[in-house]
């Protein structure tokens, strides 16, 4: 299907729900204004003013709602230059469109060029040319807005977002009554689509996603488009149930790809009271798609529900109280122990400082459930910096306790990687308590380097050679390929818990880790095991040659007067 015709489609689709458009008549006679309210009212809702300034409110009070004004020049109380002039001032206003009637070609002019789009006669033309004008001058307005704002998705023939947006927006308007239903469609680790069969083959399938979702809103009255890369916005009418779209979809691609190669994940939100806004029902449509597994290998469908509702509520309670918990000191910090098991005797060598947050109402709030949320939300740089800060300044406690200290690693979480300022805090921040930029060790998620790997080579280079050392974190759950660790600047690879959780002699698991142990002895990183619990978890590892344990096994997250106990010990 080519752009154009996907086009054409599309604005098709709008028009064949016809909704009821809104004009306002202003006339200082009565009489005229019944004359054109029983020409128009047939076809328009309309409303009506007999002064420039009745006409400005009424503009002001409907301006979403309105169409086009039909506009009389010569009335009392502000006459309809006036009125004109005002528009065109309003950034908000200066979009509606006006027809004014007029006795005079001076007058045509001069209205013209204030912003007036048409004009018709007084006495007044027919009705058939009344009507004709109107709906022409009305036509021309959409098709201006509209696509002045947009466009088409090139590789989908869909339309873009903010065209998809704006028409919902417009839908919603004039049909304030309608049920409708939010729907996302997602694909499930799509970059694994195009690492395996290349873009182009990627390419073909999202055409074959656009396709099904093109064919749902033509067949549930409405309008999809793409979002971003992977995911596609469906706004149609309410449905009783999903099974319909699944297949449609399915179908669509069944031709391109495999079934089993197929993760689609769609999240419904029906707005059947409409509570919320736009933006919001599709929110809670992600909401309820991210509700299922990534992992499902077949289409899906999950519609919001009370309990995602809840989930809301408590992540809102939780976004808005952090202001608050950091005043009243909610927020503490642990230290996990991590331990050299290259030596005869395991040896204290390091902890990562983990936050804690006691919330007064909710208790103890685990820090993968808000973590995650004040990432989302940007407000987690606040809270690390806190957390690195408690940090530098327990190392200087207990190197001036203790004379000696060991390096404490803080976790950096990707928001804080794009921050401009982070080198720099960090430098001020170590300097400020004595310490030097070996006494802090950086780890940073694996998901944040195949994220954005350029920006991130960049940063972890800077702060390297400022002497920080850094931890690829959680390494295994994202996608980087051991091929990529190659050419990533990294001081230590700290492995997914989730690889240590089955290891045991001789299992495929286990051959994974000394795999891994393999490359990374080759590329001369040390590799850090975490949540190692087991003597028998510890024991394998230490066979395969890993060099750093942390885990229950040795301890569980300490606080810092009980870290401090285990540094004098050691030294
Ligand atoms: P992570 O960075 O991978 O931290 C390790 C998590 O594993 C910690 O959970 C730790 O308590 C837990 N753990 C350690 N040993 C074991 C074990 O043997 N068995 C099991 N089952 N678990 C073990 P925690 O403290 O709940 O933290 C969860 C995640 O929250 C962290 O994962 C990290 O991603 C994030 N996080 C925690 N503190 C901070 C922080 O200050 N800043 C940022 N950005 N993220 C943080
Ligand atoms: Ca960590
Ligand atoms: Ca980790």
Redesign the pocket.
């Known amino acids: 299907m080519t752009v154009g015709n996907a086009w054409s489609l599309d604005i098709k689709a709008k028009h064949e729900h016809d909704f009821r458009r809104t004009i306002l008549i202003v006339d200082d006679e009565p009489v005229n204004l019944r004359l054109l309210g029983n020409i128009l009212g047939g076809e328009y809702d309309t409303l009506y003013a007999q002064t420039g300034e009745e006409a400005l409110n009424e503009i002001r009070n409907h301006k979403d709602f309105l169409s086009l004004v039909l506009l009389d020049l010569y009335m009392p109380k502000g006459n309809g230059y006036m009125v004109l002039d005002a528009l065109r001032e309003s950034e908000d206003l200066r979009n509606i469109p006006v027809i004014v009637f007029t006795a005079e070609k001076n007058a045509e002019v001069e209205s013209l060029k204030k912003g007036a789009v048409d004009f018709l006669n007084k006495p007044y033309d027919s009705p058939e040319v009344i009507r004709a004008r109107v709906s022409r001058a009305i036509e021309l307005s959409i098709g201006s807005n509209i696509i002045g704002a947009t466009g088409i998705d090139k590789l989908t023939g869909l339309m873009t977002r903010e065209y998809f947006f704006q028409y919902c927006h417009e839908y919603d308007k004039f049909h304030p009554d309608q049920e409708v239903d939010a729907i996302v469609v997602n694909f499930s680790k799509f970059h694994l689509v195009n690492e395996l069969y290349g873009r182009s083959f990627g390419d073909k399938v999202l055409q074959g996603i656009a396709d099904g979702a093109r064919t749902v809103a033509r067949a549930c009255g409405g309008v999809a488009c793409r979002h971003n890369a992977d995911c596609f916005y469906i706004y149609v009418e309410h449905q009783e149930d999903y099974d319909q779209i699944v297949q449609t979809v399915d179908e669509k691609l069944s031709s391109i790809m495999n079934s089993s190669d197929v993760h689609l994940r769609i999240g419904v939100y029906p707005d059947i009271y409409h509570s919320v806004n736009l933006e919001q029902r599709f929110d809670r449509a992600i909401q309820a798609s991210n509700s299922i597994s990534r992992n499902s290998n077949q289409t899906l469908v999950a519609v919001y529900d009370n309990r995602m509702h809840e989930k809301e509520l408590y992540e809102a309670r939780l976004l808005g109280d952090i202001e608050k918990a950091l005043l009243e000191n909610q927020f503490n ?2 230290f ?1 122990p991590k331990y050299d098991i290259t030596g005869d005797k395991p040896k204290l060598c390091s902890a ?5 947050w006691k919330h007064p109402e909710f208790g103890f709030v ?3 459930f808000f ?1 995650p949320l004040f ?1 989302e939300n940007g407000r ?1 740089k606040e ?2 910096r806190y ?2 800060r408690e940090a530098a300044r327990q190392v200087k406690r207990w190197k001036d306790m203790y004379g000696a200290s060991i390096p404490i690693s ?4 990707r928001v ?1 990687i794009f921050d401009p300022d982070l080198l720099e805090f960090l430098k001020e921040m170590v300097a400020e308590n004595g310490l030097t930029t070996e006494d802090i060790h950086l ?1 940073i ?1 694996e998901t944040a380097y195949t994220d954005s790997v350029t920006t991130i080579i960049e940063v972890v280079n800077s702060l390297r050679d400022a002497g920080f050392k850094v931890e690829m ?2 390494f295994g759950k994202g996608y980087s390929s051991l091929n990529m660790l190659t050419s990533l600047p990294i001081d230590a690879l ?1 492995l ?2 989730a690889f240590i959780k089955d290891i045991a002699e001789n299992n495929k698991e286990m051959s994974m880790v000394e795999f891994i142990l393999e490359i990374a002895r080759f590329l001369k990183v040390p590799v850090i095991a ?4 087991s003597q028998e978890q510890f024991l394998l590892l230490k066979k395969a040659g890993c060099d750093i344990i ?4 040795f301890s ?2 300490v606080t810092a007067s009980e870290f401090g106990r285990l540094i004098e010990k050691n030294a």
């Open positions: 910090v642990v996990q990562e400082v983990l936050i804690r685990r820090p993968d973590i990432e987690i809270l690390d957390v690195w803080v976790n950096v979480s804080d780890e998620t974190d959680d700290k997914d818990m975490e949540g190692v619990e942390q885990g229950y096994y569980k997250p």
